[in-house]
Structure formats: C-alpha cells, structure tokens
C-alpha cells in the first residue's frame, strides 16, 4: 500500500472506449490503491437506446432507465453506468455484465457482493468521473473550471470565514479557480461520508490550493487544522477544462488492498462444499440402489 | 455434573465485575480504555478481571470441567467484554475459541484432558488453520515412517508469543492432504516461536502476535488432531462453529459505539447537530435497527449449530459476511453526527475507537469473500431444491428463536459445509401463513406485509436466478455476479430471521419495546432498501419511536441489542418486581 506521502496520486486517467487499453488504471490501482478515470458522453452515450446488450448491462437498474421520459437523460443514465461499470470491471478483472450495481443505505454506490472496492461517480455537462479505491470509501466531483462562480454568493454558502478571507489574498483572476477546488472538495468530502450535502458546507474547511493540482489540509471552521483520521483529499484539473476533486478515506491500519475478484474466491471452500454434495448423492444413490435391489428381491 | 447458572446470570455476573463503563473509577471505564487504547495497551487490569470471572472456563465443556454449555453464551459474555474493548475480547478469549473448537472435536481423550488443564490453569491456545491463498507463509509436513516432519512458518497470527498450546495445519508435501496438529508449547523446538512487531500486521493493534517457525522438526507422537490427511475437514467445521461468534462480539463494540454518539448528542454534542436533528435521529434509529438484524441473524446462526448442524453452514457464513458489514456501515454512518464535535473528549474518542475496532475485526475483506465463496456453489441447489412454502408454516425454525432456552451439545460430525436445504430462508417462501401465526403488528401491519411481501417476491427472483444455473460448477460463479447472488442471499437470510424473532423469540426478550412492531417494520425496510426494493422508506413516528427507546436504555444503562442488557453494576431505575425490564418509551421522557 502507497504511504501517505503529501502528494497527489496518479492523475486522471482518460478513457474513450471499450477497445483500449487499460494500463494507466491498472498502475493506479496497484500503486496508490485508488484511482480517478473519466469519460465524456460522446464517447459513452450509446447511440442504441433499445440495445438488448445495453439493457443486459444495466441489469437490475434496466427498470429505473426505461422509466427515464427523455431521451437525453437515458443517454446520460447509460453512459455513467456503461463508464462505471467497465471501469469497475477492469479493476475487478471481470466483465461489466457480471456487475450489479446497487446503493448501501447512505446512498454510496458500489458492486454488489464487492464490497471491498469503493467507488464514486460524478458528472457535470460533457464529462462524468469515476473514482475507485480499496482504501476505504472515496468521493469525487467534477465541476467545468471555465464556470463562472466567485463573486456571485456561492462563497458566502461555501466557504468558512477563514476561507473567504484566504481567498481575499489571491491574485483576482485566480479567486474563481480557488472557489471551485474548495467547492468539489467539500463535495467530494460529503460524498465519501456518504451522506451528500449533509455536512453544511461552512463547518468545515480546506487549505486554499494555489495550484491547480494540490493536496488540501482538512481545517475546522477557525482556519486551525482539523483531525482528518488519515484522509487523503487532492485536485486536479482535466486537460479538457474541468476540475476534479476526491476525497479518499484511509485503510484500516495495515491491511491489505485486494486483488482481482478472480482471486478473491477460495478455492478450497467451493471444492470443499461440492464435494460434501457429491458425498450427499453417492450416499443418495446407494441407498436407493439398495432399496431398489431389495425390492427387486421381494418381487423375485 | 455441577449445574451451572443460566446464562443470564453469568452475563450479570460478568457484567458487575467488568463495571458501569460511564463510571471513570472503573478499570475498564470507557475512559480508562480509551486512555489504554492511546497508549496503544489493552486496558490495565483488563485481563486479571476476566481471570477473576473465569471466562477462560467458560470454553471449557462441562464434562471436561469447564462451563460451556452454548455457543450462545459464549457470544454474550464475548459481547460484554467487547462493549469495553474488542482487542481485550479477542486476546483474552476469541483466539483461544477456534483451537479450543479443534481439540474438543477432534482430540482424543487424552488431548482433550490436556486441552482443558491449559484452559481451565488460565493459559491461553493460538491457532494457525489455514493460509491464505496467496502469501509465502505455510507449514509443510513431509510423512515419513516415523511420522511427520515439519518446515515452514505459520502466517502471524494472534497469541502465538504467548500461548501453551498451538494448533497448526500442516500441508502434507506428497498431496496426501494436510494434518492438524495439536502443538504443546513445551514439545516445540528451541526458536520455533517468534513474536512479530504488531503496529504492521491488519487488525491487531494492541495485541501479541507472532508466528512459529519449523526446519524439519519431527512431530512427537500423539500430537495429530483426528485422521492425519483430513486436517482441513476438521478445521472448515471448527470455523463454521467459531466463525459467527465474530459478529456476536462485533455487536457489542457497535453497541458501545452508539451508546457513544447518543452521550455525545444528549450532552449538546458541540457544533455537530444535536440529537433534535432529522438527520441524527434517522441515523441513529438505523444504526440500532442495523445492530437488531445482526441480531437476529447470529441468534439464528449460534442457536442452528447446535439444533440444525447440517444447514448452519449456509447461515454462518451469511451471518459473518452480511453482520459485519451492516454494523460497519451503520457505525460510520454516525460520523458526521459527531463531526464537529469536541474531538478530545470520552464520548467522541470512544466512539472512533469502536469504529476504528469493527474495522479491524474479522473478517475483513478476505473473509468476506471466503463466506460468500461458500454460499455461490450452495445457491443453483437450494433454488432447486428448497425456498418453497413448508409444512407446518416453518415451525421446525422454531427453536432457532427461543432465546434463553438450553441447547443440545454441539456435534462437529453432525455439521456439514454444504445444506440440503434451507429452512430459514424458507419462511419468506409463505409470508402468509408465517404473519397469521405471528403477532399482530397493528397499526403497521400493512407495512409488515407489504415489505413482507417484496421480500417474498425477491427471494422468488433469486431462485428463478440461480434455477438458471448449473449445479455442482463453481466455474461459472466464481465472479461478481455469484457473488451480488450470494449477497442478496445474505439479506433475505436475515429477513427470515427478523421474522422469526418477531414470530417466536420477541416476547423471550423481557423487552416491551421488541414486541412492539416499530423496530420488525424498519429493520424490513433497511433490508428491503439494501436490496434496492421500493416503499423501504423509513415511517417518522418509527423513527421517534426508535430513537426514543435508545435514548431510553441509554439513560438506563443497558445493552442496545435484542437482550437490553444492563451494563455493569447499575441497578437501572430500581424496578418494582414484575415490571418488564424495559420501560416504554413514553415511561421515561417520551420523545426526543
């Protein structure tokens, strides 16, 4: 497992289709436990909303994406769970049919019956961003950097006092940068709780980043540093004008990130309850030899 | 044979001599065990106190001296011990569970009459049963005339630097099998028992932990486990027994964890939002809902090792996948409750320590994919096989719910790894007959039935399913969609048995509450939310309701699963004799 070294993880990872390959996600996995990919609806919204292959893919959420009136939003459905699912997939080393997407109570998403792999999902117009981690939980969001905010209130609903006034100390023109970098974190922060928007987001702060990439320090509401347990927060930003937070929860002290989902079934268990099965019909079947033999004597 | 106080009784007994955890005096008071957690120790005093119980003897049988009686028991003095601290419940008492499991099954005479004088003298049994599959850790025996010879280490495993006796698998380097040992600490070669720093090995923080190295030591006669060569039989049915006692302890830390976070809110609870929030009660509510159906699912799973030992398998291993991960969602759910609290105070410190403990517990991811590898090859037979409306309206589940009644000794020989059918599961097969037998849930009935009802509905999904799949080949369900199946298997598991508490054990819990239906219908929905099935929306008046009856023992001074335990030495409220031993909500303050 990576130690917390102060520094960012691997940058986002862009991916555009099924065919390529996956390299860049597969070192991210293996170096830093977690990992940040994205994907634009061009080149995930299936052109086929009817696709007998998309609605098998969706699975159990097939229901809820006929359910969808528009269009738009079903190509935006299916393009975030086609995305997750195949991303999810290639960590898993499975395939993405085999995937259930389901939701824990507080609204995390995950696979279900993988558990161990964490996963956040966030979209805003073109772009949607998978984060997954075997840490602990994780939480992304991804906001257009080019979006005008600063100025406009968002900081007065955003930002502590302590924020605000580091903001004060910008330059002007990167004040809007900053807002938003503070905005996702907080975002991705309340995501990785699990409980979305529930944490206000002004009894709480981050470090302002000064780069556009940066590792933030969780502070509590006066600007002192806050106890963050271990958490890792970053930001980057996408080549494409966006930027992207993620908030990754620590793992429970020294154990181990899993491997594939492959590797994760003991062997000796199955093999162990099927052979108590086949024991069970040997065990079946001569006595029911015997039976039919005796009664094969009492008829002869 | 001495006849031993019934369970209760040794849970009080224990419970005066562990102390009230609010009291500070008290060796292992909340904040004496947190300090001790600080200082990265078991808790001063800790060990001495259950010593003093004789806890040690409660894994003893009795016709070998000792006071077992029931796994069940074991569970509830394990859980007592971890709602103070669960390092102190696992180094005292759970590692020596399994190996203890190994020798009264297995053992001949002989071994079990040493077994028990190292148990019954206060010493202590680590085992080393099985490697994980990958890992360059494993013991190697080479047969030859005159007997085995042994190389390799085992992994690091809990106790090992100081217990009396080992219990190892070796595996044997001809693949004629493997072979369980039964290892004197006074037999073993000079060097053989090595201690390894603990602060970098998973889920063993405070804890003794080392490993036992082996180069081509022979094994002196007598020391084999049952039939040399069958060494993992054995051990695949002592993991069965032990392997539920897991989420009974997790139950306990869970509990102390949201006792925590409702001391915490009561007091005002800083800037975080007080227990007057929406969002603290139905967090809350959940958080002892998720607590109940862990419940009601290792009640099931400890009582059937004893009464059904053949099916058990299949709910030991729902229970230890589905317990674990209720509790620690559910716990970490309450984060952002104390969020903003003071973070150097008792309440908000206990709490994490509980958090960070449930994390550490078995059986960690690895575990939770060996349970639910033994549930996939089980699910294309029972969906043929079982999961159908069963005569006498599942009344032959019955006894998995008498809580508090005695059980018959437990018979590894009887246990199987694999269920012929499944009876539990079953009652969902027939939710009418199963509700017009039970209590009537009145004002929630439609609720009850209706989720009731979606649950029925999804365990016939989940037959239709796996009736698609072939029997007998673990090839085609060894990934993820075997395991989602084995997963939902797991919640509708613990469905049946929330039904068959409500049908048949609620009123055995002295606690009016329970056999109120507010908890029957929100623990249903939860499950029905984690199934991603419709209508699972928590009711308000159940969660006031549900916060309300928390606050309630918490003011008194009890348990928060289903025995409503009274902690400590505390007299709660000094009843009048007769009175349930949980008041109503509305007795003590009504709502929050």
């Known amino acids: 497992m990576a130690a917390r070294s102060g520094l960012a993880g691997p940058p986002p990872v862009r991916v555009s289709g099924f065919e390529e390959a996956w390299d860049g996600l597969d070192t991210g996995l293996r170096d830093s436990d977690y990992v940040l990919a994205y994907g634009f609806l061009a080149d995930w919204a299936p052109r086929d909303l009817a696709c007998p292959e998309l609605i098998r893919l969706l699975g159990t959420e097939a229901e809820r994406f006929e359910q969808l009136s528009h269009d738009e939003s079903k190509r935006r459905f299916a393009a975030s769970r086609v995305l997750l699912k195949r991303v999810a997939a290639a960590a898993l080393g499975a395939h993405p049919g085999q995937l259930e997407l389901a939701r824990n109570p507080n609204g995390r998403p995950y696979i279900r019956g993988c558990g161990q792999l964490e996963m956040s999902l966030s979209h805003t117009a073109e772009v949607m961003v998978v984060g997954l981690s075997r840490r602990g939980a994780i939480g992304v969001d991804v906001e257009s950097a080019k979006r005008s905010v600063y100025g406009r209130g968002l900081e007065d609903d955003v930002c502590t006092q302590h924020e605000r006034d580091a903001l004060e100390w910008l330059p002007e023109e990167d004040r809007n940068a900053a807002v938003i970098r503070l905005w996702t974190l907080k975002e991705a922060y309340s995501k990785a709780l699990g409980h979305g928007l529930r944490l206000p987001f002004h009894s709480f702060g981050f470090t302002t980043p000064l780069a556009a990439t940066g590792v933030p320090r969780l502070l509590r509401v006066d600007g002192s540093p806050g106890n963050d347990a271990g958490w890792q927060f970053e930001t980057h930003p996408l080549p494409e004008g966006y930027t992207v937070s993620v908030a990754v929860e620590p793992a429970p002290a020294g154990s181990r990130p899993q491997a594939h989902a492959g590797a994760l079934i003991d062997g000796r268990v199955t093999s162990a309850v099927l052979g108590c099965y086949l024991k069970d019909e040997a065990k079946a079947n001569a006595a029911a030899q015997a039976t039919a033999a005796e009664g094969a004597r009492g008829q002869g | ?592």
């Open chain 2, 1 to 592: 044979m001495m006849r031993l106080p019934p369970t209760e009784d040794r849970v009080a007994a224990l419970e005066r001599l562990l102390g009230d955890p609010r009291d500070r005096t008290k060796p292992l008071s909340n904040a004496a065990v947190l300090a001790a957690d600080r200082r990265g120790e078991l808790p001063l005093g800790g060990e001495p106190t259950l010593a003093a119980y004789g806890l040690h003897e409660e894994f003893v049988p009795s016709e070998l001296g000792g006071r077992l009686t029931g796994l069940d028991a074991v569970a509830r003095l394990l859980r007592a011990v971890c709602r103070r601290d669960s390092a102190l419940g696992r180094g005292y008492g759970a590692a020596s569970v399994l190996p203890a499991l190994c020798g009264w099954h297995y053992g001949d005479e002989e071994q079990r009459r040493a077994l028990a004088g190292v148990l019954r003298e206060g010493g202590r049994l680590a085992a080393a049963p099985r490697e994980a599959p990958t890992g360059g850790a494993g013991v190697r025996a080479t047969p030859g005339p005159d007997g085995l010879t042994l190389d390799g280490r085992t992994s690091a495993r809990l106790n090992i630097p100081r217990a009396d006796a080992y219990v190892v698998l070796a595996q044997h380097t001809d693949g004629s099998g493997d072979t369980l040992l039964l290892l004197p600490r006074d037999v073993l070669p000079a060097g053989c028992v090595r201690e390894v720093p603990g602060q970098d090995l998973p889920a063993m923080r405070r804890l003794p932990v080392g490993e036992l190295h082996f180069d081509g030591w022979p094994v002196p006669p007598g020391r084999v486990l049952g039939t040399a060569g069958q060494g993992s039989a054995a051990v695949v049915r002592a993991q069965q027994m032990a392997r539920p006692l897991v989420p009974a302890m997790a139950i306990g830390s869970a509990d102390t964890a949201l006792r925590s976070v409702v001391c915490v809110t009561l007091a005002g609870g800083g800037a975080g939002p007080a227990l007057s929030s929406r969002y603290a009660q139905e967090v809350i509510a959940s958080a002892f809902v998720d607590l109940l159906i862990a419940d009601c699912l290792t009640l099931a799973t400890l009582r059937s090792l004893h009464l059904l030992p053949d099916r058990s398998s299949l709910w030991s291993a729902a229970s230890t996948y589905l317990g674990h991960r209720l509790l620690q969602q559910s716990t970490g759910d309450l984060l952002p409750v104390l969020a903003h609290a003071r973070h150097d105070g008792v309440g908000y410190g206990t709490f994490r320590k509980h958090l960070i403990d449930l994390s550490e517990l078995p059986p960690g991811p690895t575990g939770a994919a060996a349970a639910l590898s033994s549930l996939v090859p089980q699910l294309a037979t029972l969906a043929r096989r079982s999961w159908t409306p069963r005569a006498g309206g599942g009344d032959e589940v019955a006894e998995l719910f008498h809580l508090h009644d005695p059980l018959p000794p437990l018979d590894a020989e009887r246990l199987k790894v694999a269920a012929a059918d499944d009876p539990l599961t079953s009652l969902l097969a027939d939710p009418d007959a199963l509700l017009a037998a039970a209590p009537d849930p009145g004002p929630h009935a439609e609720a009850v039935r209706a989720r009731t009802a979606a649950l029925s509905g999804h365990l016939r999904e989940l037959a239709a399913e796996c009736r698609e799949l072939p029997e007998r080949d673990p090839s085609v369900l060894a990934n993820p969609r075997g395991y989602a199946l084995a997963e939902r298997y797991t919640l509708l598991a613990a469905a049946a048995a929330c039904l068959g508490v409500w049908r048949h054990g609620v009123t055995r819990t002295g606690c009016p509450f329970l056999t109120e239906p507010a908890w029957l219908t929100a623990a249903l929905g939860r499950i029905c939310l984690r199934l991603g099935l419709p209508g699972a929306e928590p009711g308000g008046e159940d969660t006031d309701a549900l916060v309300a009856h928390v606050v309630a023992r918490y003011h008194q001074g009890r348990s928060l699963d289903l025995y409503g335990t009274v902690l400590g030495d505390v007299t709660p409220n000094a009843e009048v004799p007769g009175q349930p031993p949980v008041p109503q909500p509305q007795e003590v303050g009504g709502r929050v």
